[in-house]
C-alpha cells in the first residue's frame, strides 16, 4: 500500500515537473517571435512557480512514503531475524562468531532497507523522469534528434553487466572484514580488565588498527569500482550532450526547428542525465542489498538442530527424577566419546554431587539434560521418559541452571535475578537474594535492587555476580536445580550458608552440583567421580571414602590443604 501510494506520488510529481522544459520552449518561441507582453511573462512565470510546488509536494510525499515502507521492512526483518536465531541450538552460536551475527543484523538489513526506500524511491522517480521526458522529446521536439542523442545512453546496460558481479564481490569482501573488526572490538571489550591488567593495551591497539585497516582497503576498492561506474554514466549523458548539441544547431540553423523546440530538448537531456545517474546508484544499491539479502535468506534459512520430536510427550508438571544409562556421548564435532560408562540414577528430591579433574567431562553430562546438545536415544530420562521424547519447552522449563560464569545482562540487579521469571515481585527477589546470601550485599548499594551493572555485571565481584545467578535459579523454583561450579569464586562460609539454603528450601526438588570442593558436594545423597568422561566412582561422600580411590585422595589432599590454609 505504502508503497503504490508513493509510487503513484512519484509519478505524478515527474509528470508535473517535465512540463517545465515545453513551457520555456514556448516562452522562447513567443520571445523569439516578439510577441512577448508584461502579461504572458507573469503568465509564464506562475506556471514554473506551479510546476514546482506540484513538483516538491508529490515528491516528497513519495520520498516519505518510501522511507516509513523501509524502516518498517527494517524493524521486521530484525525482529525476524532475533526470533529465529533464539530458535538455533548451542552448536549454531559456537560456530558463528557474535561480530559476524551482529554485522548481518545491522549492515546487511541496513543494506536492504536502504535498497527499499531510497532505490525504489530513487528508480520510480529516475524511470518515471525518463520515460516523461523521452516522451515529451519524442512527442514535442523531433524524433530524428531524440534518437540520434540517445545512442550513447544504450551502452549503460553493458556497464551495469560488467561492473554488477565487481561491485557485489567488493562489497561482499568489505562486509566480512566489517564483522572481524566488530569481532574484534568485541573480544576486546570483553577482555578489558585483563589487558589492562597484563599493560596489554598496545597490544590491543595494533590489533584493532589492522583490522581497520584492512576494513579501509577493502571499503577503498569497493568505493573505486562504484566510483568508475558512475562516472562512465554521466560521461554517456555528456556525450548525448554534444550529440544534440551538434545536430540540434543543425537543425534549427536549418529552419527545421523552432528555436524554442531546440532550448526545450536541450533542458530534457539535462533532466535525462539525472535519473541516468540516480539509476547507476540505485543499480549499485540493489548490487550490494542482493549480495546482503542473500546472506539474510541463508541465515533464515538455518534450521535448529534440537527440536520436538513429532508428537512429544506433553506432562503437565515434571518431578525431577533422573538417570543416565549412556554407554557413551560424542560432540558432534568431537573426534572420540566426551562420556563413556555413565550408569546412575537419582530420584527427585535427592541431591547429586558431580566431582572430578577439569575437562572430565561434568559439564557436558550436565548440558545433556536440558538436551544443550543431545544425548543418543535411550541414554538419558527424567521422570523415565527419554528426554528425545519430552516436550523441549516442558523439559527445559523444568530446569534451572547456573552456568560457570554465571552471565549477567546490562541490566539492574532484580532485573537480572527475575530474568527467568518475568512478573516476579520484589518480595520474591529479595528472597531468592537472601537464600542466594546475597541480599545484605545488595542492600548496601545505594540503589539497591535497581543497581545497574554494566555488561557481564562489571561492577561486581565474581562471588556477587554468581550469588546473582543463583539467586536467579532459585526464584525460577524449577523441579531440577544445576548447580555448575558456580561456588568456585564465594569462601567456604558463604558457600556453606548456600548448601544449607539448597536443603532447607529445596527438599521436595532434585539438585546436581558440580563443584572442585568437596564441601559443596559432601552432603550429596549421591557422588559420582568422572575421569577422563568414564563415570569412574559413585556412593555417598562416606562409601567413597571407604572405597579409597579417587575421591578419597581428593579428599586428602583438600583436608591438608585446609589445614595448611588454618596454620
Ligand atoms: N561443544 C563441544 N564440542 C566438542 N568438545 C567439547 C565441547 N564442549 C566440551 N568439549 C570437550 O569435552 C571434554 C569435557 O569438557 P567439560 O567442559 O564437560 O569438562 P568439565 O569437567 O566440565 O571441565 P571444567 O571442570 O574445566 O569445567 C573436554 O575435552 C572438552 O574439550
Redesign the pocket.
Known amino acids: 500500500m505504502y508503497y503504490v501510494i508513493s509510487f503513484l506520488a512519484i509519478m505524478a510529481a515527474e509528470i508535473i515537473t517535465v512540463q517545465s522544459p515545453a513551457l520555456v520552449g514556448r516562452f522562447t518561441d513567443v520571445l523569439n517571435k516578439g510577441k512577448l507582453t508584461f502579461g504572458l511573462v507573469e503568465r509564464y512565470s506562475l506556471w514554473l512557480v506551479l510546476i514546482a510546488i506540484g513538483f516538491s509536494i508529490f515528491f516528497g510525499i513519495g520520498q516519505f512514503r518510501t522511507g516509513q515502507m523501509g524502516r518498517q521492512f527494517e524493524y521486521l526483518l530484525r525482529r525476524h531475524l532475533f526470533t529465529h536465531w533464539e530458535t538455533l541450538s548451542t ?1 549454531y552460536f ?1 560456530k558463528r562468531s557474535i561480530g559476524d551475527l551482529l554485522n548481518h543484523a545491522m549492515n546487511d538489513v541496513q543494506a536492504v532497507r536502504q535498497a527499499i526506500s531510497q532505490g525504489l524511491n530513487q528508480l520510480s522517480n529516475a524511470i518515471f523522469l525518463l520515460c516523461s521526458s523521452l516522451f515529451m522529446m519524442f512527442h514535442t521536439v523531433s524524433i530524428k534528434l531524440t534518437a540520434v542523442s540517445i545512442i550513447p545512453i544504450l551502452f549503460i546496460p553493458l556497464f551495469v553487466v560488467w561492473f554488477g558481479p565487481r561491485v557485489r564481490n567488493a562489497s561482499r569482501r568489505a562486509q566480512e572484514s566489517l564483522s572481524s573488526m566488530t569481532d574484534l572490538a568485541e573480544e576486546n571489550f570483553s577482555a578489558i580488565r585483563l589487558i589492562k591488567a597484563t599493560a596489554n593495551e598496545s597490544v590491543a591497539v595494533n590489533r584493532f588498527e589492522g583490522s581497520v585497516d584492512t576494513v579501509v582497503e577493502r571499503q577503498l576498492i569497493m568505493a573505486r569500482q562504484t566510483a568508475l561506474f558512475q562516472s562512465l554514466i554521466p560521461l554517456m549523458g555528456s556525450i548525448s550532450f554534444f550529440i544534440a548539441l551538434l545536430y540540434g544547431g543543425y537543425l534549427v540553423v536549418t529552419h527545421q526547428i523552432l528555436l524554442g523546440a531546440f532550448v526545450a530538448f536541450t533542458m530534457y537531456l539535462a533532466l535525462v542525465i539525472n535519473p541516468l545517474q540516480q539509476i547507476g546508484n540505485v543499480i549499485n544499491n540493489f548490487q550490494r542489498a542482493s549480495a546482503s539479502l542473500l546472506r539474510l535468506s541463508i541465515l533464515l534459512g538455518e534450521q535448529p538442530d534440537i527440536t520436538d520430536k513429532r508428537n512429544p510427550v506433553e506432562l503437565e508438571s515434571i518431578r525431577g527424577d533422573i538417570e543416565f544409562r549412556m554407554p557413551a556421548f560424542q ?1 558432534p ?2 573426534d572420540h566419546p ?1 562420556l563413556a560408562d555413565v550408569f546412575f540414577a537419582i530420584s527427585h528430591g535427592q541431591t547429586l554431587g558431580i566431582v ?10 550436565v548440558n545433556l539434560l536440558p538436551r544443550i ?1 543431545d544425548p543418543l536415544p535411550g541414554t538419558v530420562f527424567v521422570d523415565g521418559y527419554d528426554v528425545r521424547d519430552l516436550r523441549l519447552e516442558d523439559l527445559r522449563n523444568a530446569i534451572s541452571y547456573v552456568p ?1 560464569d554465571g552471565f549477567l545482562f546490562s541490566a539492574n540487579i532484580g532485573e537480572n535475578i527475575s530474568f527467568s521469571k518475568e512478573n516476579a515481585n520484589l518480595a520474591e527477589i529479595e528472597q531468592a537474594a537472601r537464600l542466594a546470601c546475597i541480599y545484605e550485599e545488595v542492600q548496601a548499594f545505594p540503589a539497591k535492587f535497581d543497581t545497574v551493572i554494566g555488561e557481564r555485571g562489571i561492577a561486581l565481584s565474581g562471588g556477587q555476580k554468581q550469588r546473582t545467578a543463583i539467586a536467579r535459579a532459585f526464584l525460577k523454583d524449577a523441579p531440577i536445580l544445576i548447580l555448575d ?1 558456580c561456588l568456585s569464586a564465594v569462601d567456604m562460609n558463604t558457600e556453606k550458608r548456600i548448601v544449607n539454603s539448597l536443603n532447607e528450601v529445596r527438599s521436595n526438588r532434585t539438585t546436581i552440583i ?1 563443584a ?1 570442593r568437596l564441601s559443596a558436594v559432601r552432603h550429596a545423597d549421591l557422588i559420582i567421580v ?1 575421569d577422563e ?1 568414564r563415570l569412574v566412582e559413585k556412593g555417598t561422600h562416606d562409601e567413597l571414602i571407604a572405597q579409597n580411590g579417587i575421591y578419597a585422595d581428593m579428599f586428602a589432599l583438600q583436608q591438608q590443604d585446609s589445614e595448611v590454609a588454618m596454620n
Do not use: C, E, M, V
Not at 572430578?356 to 553430562?365: D, E, N, R, Y
Open positions: 552448536s559456537r560432540y564435532d568431537g566426551a572430578g579433574q577439569t575437562g572430565s567431562g561434568k559439564t557436558t553430562l546438545f560457570q561450579d558440580i572442585h568422572l568422561g
